[in-house]
Structure formats: C-alpha cells, structure tokens
C-alpha cells in the first residue's frame, strides 16, 4: 500500500501536501534503515571481537562461550533495534508532519494545522480558511527538496563508524598469524564445532579417525604430535555419557636413545596415554598450552565374533560313514584323519573380510566364502591330517573393528586305531579241560568304526594256525561276543562256519597232555587288525571236570559272611558285658544291625543246606543255621530285658535290679562265646571242604604223572614237554584255588596251606625248567619220578590240617550242647509262668507295706516279659528249625512234621498266657 494512500485516507489534504508528507517518511525511513544496520553491524563486530579476545585470553568452557556469543548477538540486535528499526513502525500524519515541521521552519505550525484541520472529525472553523490553508501549505510543499530537509550527513557518523570497524575486521583476516577468521567463526558460531586458535597446534594421530567406533572394554591409545609454541604439559581430558570424567597427563613417546643438547630424550613432540573405554560412549579432548582440541566421541561396540558353527564332516571312503551335522556354540573339530569338514560360520552381525588362520599369526589366512544373500554366514572346507589350532576374525560392516582376539580352536584328528580285543575277564589265561569240553567263549572288540570281520584262531600243539569266523548280526563299534567252542569238533566248527568242507580239516582228536593256543582276531574297514592274547587251553584226561569246584564260591561267600557276623556278634556283647551305660545305645543298635543280617544269612543257608544234597554237609549247614538261629534270639531278647531292667529306678527293686543286671551281663558273656564257636565251625566246615577238593586234584595229578614214569612204555620225547605243561597247570590250578579261597579259611590252615603252596612253586619252577631247557630223557624221568614220589608223600601228609578235624569235633559237641533241646526251652517257659504266679501271690500278700508291694510289681512286670520272650523264642526257633530241615533233600518228614506239631501245641496252649497245668479246666 502507497504511502499516498495512507496518508489521503480519511483526510481531506491537499494532494501536494500528501506527497510531499509521503516522501518525507519514506526518505526517514531509509536514513533510519541505513543508521541501524551501520550502528547493529559495528556493534556485533564489536561484540564479537569481545568474545574472540576473550576466547584468546582464557580457555572457555562451551557453556561461557555460548553465553558470551549470544549476549553478542543480544547486543548487536538491540542496537539494530534501537537505532533504527523502533521508529520505522511510525505512519501517523500528525507525527509526520510534526516531523517535517522541525526539519524546514517554513512549514512551522501551518503543516500541522493544516492536516489536522483536514481531519472531519476534528475540522472548526470557516471553510474556506481551510482551504486557504490547504492550498497555502500544498504551494510550499511541492518546493521542498529533501535531500535538504534530511540529507545523509545526519546519520554520517554511523555510517563512518561502521566503515571502520568493517574496514579493521576485513583487515584481520589478512593476517594468517592470528588466525582470526577462526576465532571469530568460533565466536559467532558456537554451536559448530570449530577447533580454538591457537599458537600451540595439536594433530591427533590417533586413534585415526578421532571419532569413531571402538571396542568395548579395550584401552585406546591416544597419540597427538604437538607442534608450533612448546607446551609444557599436554593433557587428555575425557568424559563419559554417564557423568563420569577425569583427566590424565600425556606422556612423550621417545624417538630414539640419543639426547638433547639440554640434556633431555628426543620426543619429537608426540605425546601418548591410553583410554580405558567401558561399555558407554566417551568423549576426550587434548590441551596443550593455549591450544585445545574440540571434543571427540568414542562409541563402544562388541568386536565381532562367531555366534554358531555347523560342522559338516565327509568321512574317509573306505569308513562306510555317512557324514555327521554338528552345530555347536565352539568351534573344536574333531574328526577321523582324513577327514573334510564343511565348516559354516554365523557371526553375530553382518561382516565383511572374514578369514581363518592356522597355527601362528604370520601363516597366511585364509579367506572365508560369504554364503549368497547371508551377510553373516561364510564356509570354508578344508581337510582334518594333522593336529593345529585355529583362528577366525572378520570386519563389521557397522563399526569397522575386526577381532584378532577372537578365541582359537583345535583341530584334533583321529587316527583310525586298530581294533581293541581282549577276551572277558572270566577267561583265565590258562584253563584246565577234559577233551570233551564245550567251553563257553567271550570276548569284547572294539574300533572306531563298526567292525564286520571277527575270527577266532588256534593251534595244537604249536601246529599251523586255525581260523574261524565268528557270526556277527549287526556291525558295531562294540562287539560282545559269545560262543561254545566245542573241543570234540573243532574241525566241524570251521566247515559249519565258512562252508568249506577240506579233508584236511577233519576234527583233530584230542587227548590228555594237548595244548591249544586260542585268540581272537578283529579286523576293521581299513584293513587293519586287533588280536587279543592267547589262551592255553590244557587237555586232561576225558573225565576230567573243570567244573569241579564251582560249589566252593558260594560256600566260601556263606563261610565269610558267617565269619564276618560272628566276629561282630561277639565284638558287640563283649562291649555290653562291660555295661557302661555310654555304650548301651550303641550296643542296641549294633543288634539290630545284627539281627537285619541274620535273616539274610538264614536264606543263604536255606540255598547251602539244599545244594549240599544228601552229604553230611548239609547237617553241617544246618547245625549252623540253627546256632545262629540261638544266638539272634537270644540277642533279641537281651536288649528287651535290658532296656526295661535300666529303666526302673524304684529304690526299693534295687537288689532285684543288681542281680537282673548280673544275669545280663553273664548272659551277653555267654554269647561272646556261642558267636565265637559258630565262627570257628563255619571256617572249619570250609576247611574240611576244601582240603578235600585239593586232595582229589592232586589225586589227579598223580594219576596223571604215574604213567610217564613207567620205563617199559615211555612217552614220546615231543609229547613230554607237553605232559609236563599240563602238570604244571594242574599245579597252578591248585594254587589258584588255595589262593581264591584263603579268606574263608581258619588262620591255622591258611599257615599250613602256604607250606603246601611253597612247595607247588618250587616244583612248578623245576618243571618249567625242564621245558624251556631240554635236558636228556633220563634226567627228565629222573626228575618225573622224585615229582611222582613227593606228590605221594604230600597226598598222605601234607595237605590235609590236622586241627580241622580238632576243631570240628570240639565246635560240633559244644553247639550241640549250646543249643540243647527242645525240652529245655520249654522247661524255661515252665519256670518264668511259675516266676508269675509266685510274684502274683506275693504281691496280693503285701497290699499293707507299700515297698514290698511295689518291688512285688516290679518283679511281676519282669516275670510276665520273661514268659513273653520265652514264649516268643520257642515260637521262632520251632519255625526256623522246621524251615532249615525241609531245606534239606534229605529230609526226615516225621522229624518236620513234630516240629510243627509241636509249634501249634504250646503257641495254643500259651495263647492266653501261662496256666499251670494242674488249674486247668479239664
């Protein structure tokens, strides 16, 4: 809008009065405009050199800087403002003209008059006075010339000022020393990030870039090469995003060991110190004499490493093997030698560069394949021969940090081993058979790959090599395999077995003084072969039984464990017939423990008694079963009587108490004794039994022996050696069975046992030489007729311990004694009803004195607990005693049958309690 316009609107002025008015304000306004600028100008250049001296002078925080710059910019707005650009809002005709008036005295008064008389609203006066005036001010206002009436002069000083100070400014930057261009960018420009002038200039060498990505929990060296004025300290300062900062002196990196002509190292200006950086971003900025770097960011990220590894491994060809998956967190191989793996890699985000490095870091990597479209997933191949280890790194494509920290892995190969065999550890390494034998076979192979060829080879006598494949069902690595090997038809074994049918392979005969090497031969998918040791198979005569003496292991476990609960047993009452009161509790427990075993010995002996079968034996086990039986009752019932006996207290049965406690004491004194006894006829029983089976093979033996020692047939000299063998095992068996059996035996006869032992090694030693030192034939029937007399002598006198029939005889009466009859239990239960009713009578008798009818009552309670377990102890020992003897094949039914009977009678007859016979009711 015109300023004609404005000014006419409303107004009835003259048309040359308005444009005169309208061109005095517009040219106030430019002088105005042009004032402000100038004034706004020289005071924010002003302002700003302020802020860059000050910047200079001192260094400033980024918050005072701020400050200073804005209150520049403050500044310089306000006299922009003030200087010019309040007044250019001014449009009233009044103001204007006032204005106008003041500029040329000419218009003094009539101006003003003359526009506020062209106001309707305010107009007085005559009409045509006002346009009089009109037309008079309207001539004098087209006359003005105002470059007159406001000429530049007016605002001249301003505009010189600001030249100036414009001038001076430009001048500055002309001069590269001060580098005033930067501090004033600085100054006007606070919020960008414009390192501080200085004379002390400062280059961060590294890290390079400043500001970047850098590992999480690494240090980070900070190297700055220092340059222009000398600084004297150079400091890192450093702050993390979680308020945390500090600042740490940098220290000079030494260039060489030469010094200075002052005396110092040569630094060459380079300043170092290391930044521990965590897991939030930091910033760090350096200062060194008036020079300070802006602030630089470090960002933490994890280094790049492997999430998952898939493991594809490609078996050698002749393994049979399909390949194997694996994925795994590690990176571990271990395969087969000979072997590829197929190896794919995930890291945990996307990477580029990505290689794997065998061995030490200077051996060339090598590079990973990416998988297409997978930016985290790379695979190499690559073959399994020898042992190494490796590494795998690779460069994010965020953050650009590799990982040569990245953990190593091994590469472990395999060899393909030959088969592992050895034949079950219940095959001894030389076994004693009769040639009609079939002998149960077991043998364990293993190999790393599934076996499918297993044979089994032997010898006679030292001949050529038989083999003989063993069925296989399923290929495994781990095979358990049995078979009888049948000695009457080995030849038969090897047609059945591979289908051939040579007239060579007929079934060799066997015969007493033969001997067979056996052993088993594994052979795996490469080619290669496991054997196990060899067996020596020595062939008896053909009655020979090699199982002869499989009835001694379970007598022995009976005879220890008999043993064993004998020798606690009297351990146990020993202790308690010391009675201290500290040991009761423990002493009841032991019973109990005791007692739990008892019933398991009483089962044991139930199998024994049945096995013996119609030998005297089985009334050895059974007189032991029913000792036992004794002693576990009257154990029971010693612990009932001597829990209660301690728990009365009553004064007045304390005489009473006294002698109850005598009798248990004498009683568990007693049973020292019986547990004693029944130890020593268990060992006994064993030792008899023994000794009898070491007499039959020495029998043997000697059956064996006579006939090399006849001069009018002698035996062949080839076979000789092998008889001699045979002797030797048979020697050896011997040992072995005194060996595995000593533990059970009384200590009497292991003493004289070993005599016997010495004697077989020193004879298994001669024979031995007589073998692997081939002397003439009359020396060997020499040496054949001393081992056939000895073994004579030994037979008649030496093996057999004459304590054992001693000690049988003595244990046999004193267990029969200790065990009594029947009878006597029952007359025990007789005199504990009759202890009843005489404490019943007495106590009835003592209703007036207070203490005898207390002790009455005490008596009586004890009475009634007697009966109770006299009771309960003929009970039991009725039953066990029917139960051991039905045990027996040859059992006495009529003998049982009383048993039972009687059982029936006194459990019907006591039911109710103890009766005396002549109060019955008839």
Known sequence: MSLDTNFSRGLKLDPKTTNALSHFAQRRRTLLLLRSVAGGLAFLILAMAFVAICDYLFLLSDGVRWTLSLTSYATALFAFWFLGLRHLGTHDPRSIARKLESADPILREDLLSAVELADPNEANGSIGFRNELQQKVGRHSAGLDFGKVLPVKLIKRWLLTSALVTAAFLTLFAIPQL??????????????????????????????????????????????????????????????????????????RISGPATTQTGTLDHQDIYAANLSVGTTPLRYRIIAGDGITLWHELTPLPRPSVQSFKKRYQFPSYAKLPDRIETAEHGDLKAMTGSKVLLTVRFDEPVENAEISFGDRGVTPWELKPVEGKAQEFIATFPISSAANYQIDATSLRSGLNNPFSPQYSVTPVPDASPAVQWDSSLSNTMLVSPLDVLPMRVVAADDLPLEDVVQEYRINGGPLVRVPLPIEVPNRELNLEWDWDLLNLGNDVQAKTGENNASQNSPQLSGGDIIQTRVVAIDRKGQAGVSRFLEVLVAEPGFDRNRHEHLTPMRILTKAIAEWGEQASTVMQKASENKESTFSETIKNIDALHAQSDALTKLLQQQIQASGKSIQSSEWELLGRSIGKVDRELSNWVSEATWVREQEHEAWKS???????????????????????????????????????????????????????????????RLPRHLKLAIGRLEAVEGLIQQHAEALPKSTQTHLDTWTNWIDSWASRLQAAIDEPSSEASAQALLTSFEKELQNQHRSGIFDARITATLSDMLRELQIQLSSSGDNVRQLLLSGEAINREKKTQQESENNSDIAARAARSLALAELQFDLARNSILKRLSQDEALHRSRINLDPQFAADLNLMHRAIDNVTENGFTAYREENP
Request: glycine letters at 6%; zero cysteines; a negative charge.
């Open 656 to 718: 009473e108490r006294d002698r109850a406690t005598r009798d248990l004491t004498n009683r568990a004194k007693r049973m020292v004794q019986d547990a004693s006894r029944i130890k020593r006829y268990a060992q006994a029983v064993f030792g008899k039994t023994l000794s009898i089976g070491i007499i039959d093979d020495v029998m043997a033996l000697q059956d064996s022996v006579t006939p090399l020692t006849d001069l009018e047939n002698p035996t062949s000299a080839n």
């Open 179 to 252: 580098q005033f261009a930067r501090r004033i960018a600085r100054a006007m420009l606070p919020m960008v990030a414009i390192e501080r002038a200085s004379s002390t200039e400062i280059e961060i060498l590294k890290p390079s870039p400043a500001t970047g990505f850098v590992a999480e929990g690494d240090a980070v060296g900070v190297v700055a090469q220092i340059s222009g004025e000398p600084a004297d300290e150079v400091w890192l300062q450093w702050i993390t995003t979680d308020g945390l900062e500090g600042e740490t002196a940098m220290t000079p």
